[in-house]
């Protein structure tokens, strides 16, 4: 399978502290993988390097087969992303601002249209589309964000606690729209702190400690957060007894 995500020997240093240190990762066509850690592990660092908002220190960083230093602006239309809360513009309606996302990533405006409908109903977002965001509720924000990076309909789609702020059935709803992305072919990297929800839509879960994956687990029935802490604990203890 094309992977769509690709990193390796990926350093960042923020402030002085080594943040990502060798990160190597990979997510292909038609995956949903996760990736989770404890403040500061480094995961919204690693999702700004694939997404060219930050430059790392040294490794190499690819998008759907380009070095993201240079990809062109056709490999970024083909990408969407909500990553440290949704960036809309608050005297704008919620349409007006999905509207904006759909043509700068150059969507045909009346299938555009479509998908911004459906993917609105399924979110509970339908009767706030005329609305200002900044009138809005963070969830319903949240969900102005959500549909901003999916209604292109995303080879690569990059998400960053996109649950936050969302009621129960707007989870239910979002599980179903990245099921949707992921059967087309799409790939999908998230981050959260919810692991029951992350057993629900991730194939792959990858633990992200200390700047760099240290295990990928696969949700097959198991208390994913207990495994979780238990790697990273197991992860602590050896690197203790190493020193």
Known sequence: MTACVQLDGIRVQ????????????????G???????????????????????????SGTARILGHPVAS????????????????????ELTAHENIECSASLHGAERARARKTE???????????????????LSMGTRQKVGLVSALVHEPDLLVLDEPT????PLAVVAFRGLLQEATLR???????????????RVAAQVDVLHRGRVIDTLTPDGRDLERTFFDTVLAADRALQEES
């Open 14 to 29: 923020l402030r002085g502290r080594s943040v990502l240190d060798e990160l190597a990762l990979t997510v292909v066509e």
């Open 31 to 57: 995956e949903c993988r996760a990736l989770v850690g404890l403040n500061g592990a480094g995961k919204t660092t690693a999702l700004r390097v694939i997404l060219g908002m930050l430059a790392p220190e």
């Open 71 to 90: 990809a062109p602006r056709s490999a970024w239309g083909r990408v969407g992303h909500l990553v440290e809360g949704p960036a809309c513009y608050g």
């Open 117 to 135: 409908d459906r993917m609105a109903d399924a979110l509970g977002l339908g009767e706030w589309l005329d609305t200002p965001v900044r009138r």
């Open 164 to 167: 936050n702020g969302l009621d």
């Open 185 to 199: 072919g799409g790939a999908v990297l998230v981050t959260s702190h919810h692991f029951d929800e992350l057993s």
